[in-house]
């Protein structure tokens, strides 16, 4: 398994919500979580676990909604991990 964290700065809103359930059906992506920041809406992180890292890089070479993402948040991060152990 391979996970990446995106984050950004960005409180919840109807056009993150509708991005993220865009985003649950990448090919390739086991499972998402969008958190948001309990003392600060804006602090906006979204936890991704892939198959393999394949999957993941496809999704962030290849889609368009990952453009679109990088559009309308320009100050958005991702940090690659290779899951190690879960539960």
Known sequence: ???????????????TDELFERFKKTPGLLHAYDLQGADDPEDAVVVTIWEN????????????????VDVNFPDVTRTMYEVRNSK
């Open 1 to 15: 398994m391979f996970s990446y964290i995106l984050k950004i700065r960005t409180a919840a809103t109807a056009q």
């Open 53 to 68: 890292r394949d999957a993941a890089e496809a999704y962030l070479q290849k889609s368009p909604l990952r453009k679109e």
